[in-house]
């Protein structure tokens, strides 16, 4: 069964600082990996998708990688700003179509 | 990125009532799903949706629970008794194919008092 662990559960950082969020998955037969946004009580927003076969994509300040062999994905966001802040998920899709996620990593930067 | 819209936004029942979640589709986006949350929980998927017939479901999806395209376009989700702990935000989502990104809405708030 597919587990998703994602370290920190919390991070707060000052404003202006690069910072790297990490998740993992017990099972490397993944089709992609997707990371999403929270805010309180809101919907999730999809930040960026990665392919099984691709090593990394980019999307303005964030670049996330994948290296599915060893079941590790991290989102790195540079030069984090206060609307920054907001729980991020990580999720993998497997062959069943479903999204498997993670608890999340919740974000705080301080202005 | 898309626009995928639910109805309602709260919903408030009483145990052992019916309700039905709404989700409007995005044209050209064949796969449908539904999620939920329970408050501090993690993000959990329900079922899959193509074709008109479900193609996956995980354990939680039992015989209280069904989703239909009634009038080929909107996506519903039936709760058919509800009880105290279905409580929890459910969430649409949609994809253009079984792997591109999924697309979820705001979600429906339920509340079951």
């Known amino acids: 069964k597919q587990e998703v662990t994602q370290i920190p559960a919390a991070l707060s950082v000052p404003e202006g600082e690069n910072l790297v969020l990490n998740c993992s998955f017990t099972?490397?037969?993944?089709?992609?990996l997707q990371w999403f946004r929270q805010d309180p009580g809101k919907g999730l927003t999809s930040l960026l998708l990665i392919q099984s076969s691709q090593r990394e994509q980019t999307s303005g300040r964030l670049n996330a990688s994948l290296d599915k062999s060893s079941g590790r994905s991290t989102l790195y966001i540079a030069a984090s700003q206060p609307g920054d802040s907001a729980t991020y998920l990580c999720a993998v899709v497997t062959g069943a179509q479903k999204l498997v996620f993670g608890q999340g990593t919740r974000l705080t930067i301080n202005p | 990125e898309p626009e995928v819209t639910q109805t309602p936004s709260h919903q408030v029942t009483q145990m052992g009532q019916e309700v039905i979640l709404r989700c409007v589709p995005i044209s050209n986006h064949l796969y449908f799903y539904w999620y939920r949350q329970i408050l501090g929980q993690k993000v959990e998927f329900l079922v899959s949706f193509y074709n008109n017939e479900i193609s996956e479901k995980s354990e939680i999806f039992d015989d209280q629970f069904s989703v239909e395209r009634p009038d080929g376009s909107n996506f519903t989700l039936k709760i058919r008794s509800t009880k105290l702990e279905d409580s929890a935000m459910y969430f649409c989502a949609r994809s253009r194919t079984r792997t591109d990104t999924q697309y979820f809405g705001p979600g429906t708030r339920l509340t079951v008092l």
């Open positions: 099972d490397s037969a993944i089709y992609n």
